[in-house]
């Protein structure tokens, strides 16, 4: 994956990101109110030693630098700690001053530097000041020599004691961007493994990948589809009735040499929404005049009658087991040319009534009375009826969901068809998320077009095919009817 694919992840879980941030920066500011405020006092000291010519100075420099480096640690020290204590007590023991005094020394110097630390701005001034009368003390008697006479060091007092005016700790803004960057760094990190986490399909190009077929169309979501699922009326207008209108240009023009005119709907799992693709592009086919025959195969859970509002009580079952002929069967919806057959009555053996003889001869005979055949199966996972029918059609088209089938699904329905060689013509991507820049230019050229008449050019051309009931390019199917009938 390169950088634009992880910055698409952090997108896609942008979330997960303003969480993180959220916790980090709150937990920052938790952590600056409840931390009491710490105090500094420092004192910086001076070494030196007598000389006398350039070339003692420098001796004596080099051996200051080397004492100097002891003396810090002398500053620490339980003999001084103890001097302190006795000295002024501050209500501290000898271990808490040792434990807030530090010592810093400047490389190449002989400055000596000493910072007391403590909650109260008070108790950190006697501390220091008591530190460094002791210190200067201390110094002169372990450098005195035993014998006698003046000690080869001598230390003073260069700069405070001081203490600081203000708190050095904690530092509220100091504290907040850490925590908004630590935020930022691990909600990305959080959002990446997210995303690589997530098994579900969720681009146009993932679900090529993995079935290995052409994507024909990806259909927008629309939160008012599932009170009016069929592209008619105001729907005829919206993205996705749009989008349905690609879908039929592109499978029209899948393979120009050798089209397929049964056409197989499936998809990996239940409820991805390829019963209502299959009628929204049944309907998008007739308007553009072609003879449409919409067939629902899906003979455990029908659902073309009641999104068409047809009579589904007989149909294709009913024809398979040869209580009645498909053409008193076969219902006309609306003033389009289109033909519904319905699932019928629900069979105790779906697969066996679907891959039997009776089913093969029903789609050549289908075949003949409409320039497509429109079939709706049951997915592929769940049951192998639509394998079935599938293999007895000249193609198939699989839906998948954007973000609720995973890879893994879809690879396996992808499958399952070409374990029996059906040609899979390509897939949808249904019920995608799409963009407000799309959505708002879709709209507004929507807006401007509307009132203006206008006919598809492929409604044009079609309108002159079969007979004409008296609508421009809309078949009449009586001929279609009576020859089922036969």
């Known amino acids: 994956m390169d950088v634009r694919a992880y910055l698409r992840l952090v997108r896609r879980h942008w979330w997960i990101v303003l969480v993180t941030l959220m916790v980090a920066v709150g937990s920052a500011a938790l952590i600056t109110v409840r931390t009491p405020p710490r105090y500094v006092a420092s004192v910086t000291f001076f070494v030196t030693t007598p000389s006398q010519g350039v070339t ?30 006795a000295e002024r007590p501050v209500g501290l023991t000898a271990d808490d001053v040792q434990r807030r005094i530090s010592t810093s020394t400047e490389t190449g110097t002989v400055l000596l530097r000493a910072t007391v630390t403590d909650t109260d701005q008070t108790r950190a001034m006697k501390v220091a000041e008591s530190l460094a009368a002791k210190f200067v003390e201390l ?11 003046a000690a080869p060091i001598k230390i003073e007092v260069v700069s405070g004691p001081r203490v600081s005016s203000s708190p050095v700790s904690p530092q509220p803004t100091r504290n907040l961007i850490v925590g908004a960057l630590v935020g930022l760094l691990l909600g990305a990190a959080l959002a990446v493994l997210r995303g690589l986490a997530d098994v579900r399909l969720r681009d146009a190009a993932g679900l090529q990948r993995v079935t290995g077929s052409p994507l024909l169309g990806e259909i927008p979501f629309e939160a008012g589809a599932k009170a009016a699922p069929l592209i008619v009326g105001d729907a005829a207008t919206s993205a996705r009735a749009e989008a349905v209108r690609k879908l039929r240009t592109n499978l029209r023009f899948v393979d120009v040499h050798e089209p397929a005119r049964v056409i197989a709907v499936t998809s990996a799992l239940q409820g991805e929404g390829k019963t209502t693709l299959s009628c929204n592009m049944a309907i998008a086919l007739a ?27 007989v149909g294709l079952t009913d024809v398979l087991v040869g209580d009645v002929q498909v053409g008193d069967v076969v219902q006309r919806w609306g003033d389009k ?41 049951a997915p592929l996972l769940a049951v192998t009826d639509g394998v079935v029918v599938a293999v007895q059609a000249d193609g198939a088209l699989l839906v998948t969901q954007q973000g609720r089938t995973s890879r893994t699904q879809v690879a396996a329905a992808a499958r399952s068809l070409h374990s029996v060689s059906v040609r899979l013509l390509g897939c949808v991507l249904n019920m995608t998320k799409v963009a407000k820049a799309d959505a708002y230019q879709y709209e507004a050229y929507r807006i401007a077009t509307i009132g203006k008449s206008s006919v598809p050019a492929d409604r044009v051309s079609a309108a002159g095919r079969g007979g004409s009931n008296g609508a421009a390019g809309v078949p009449d199917h009586t001929q279609e009817l009576s020859r089922l009938r036969r």
Do not use: C, H
């Open 56 to 85: 003692d100075a420098y001796q004596g420099g080099l051996f200051l630098q080397q004492r100097v480096k002891s003396y810090a640690d002398l500053l620490r020290s339980d003999r001084l700690a103890q001097s302190v204590v």
């Open 139 to 149: 110094v002169q008697k372990v450098e005195t020599p035993a014998e006698g006479g």
């Open 337 to 377: 040319s289109l033909l519904v057959l319905p699932s019928g009555s629900g069979p105790p053996n779906p697969s066996e009534l679907l891959g039997s003889k009776a089913m093969a001869d029903l789609l050549l005979a289908l075949r003949e009375s409409a320039d497509i055949v429109i079939i709706d199966t």
């Open 287 to 313: 308007e553009a005049g072609w003879r449409v025959l919409l067939v629902d195969a899906d003979l455990r859970r029908p659902k073309i009658a009641d999104y068409l509002g047809l009579d589904g009580g």
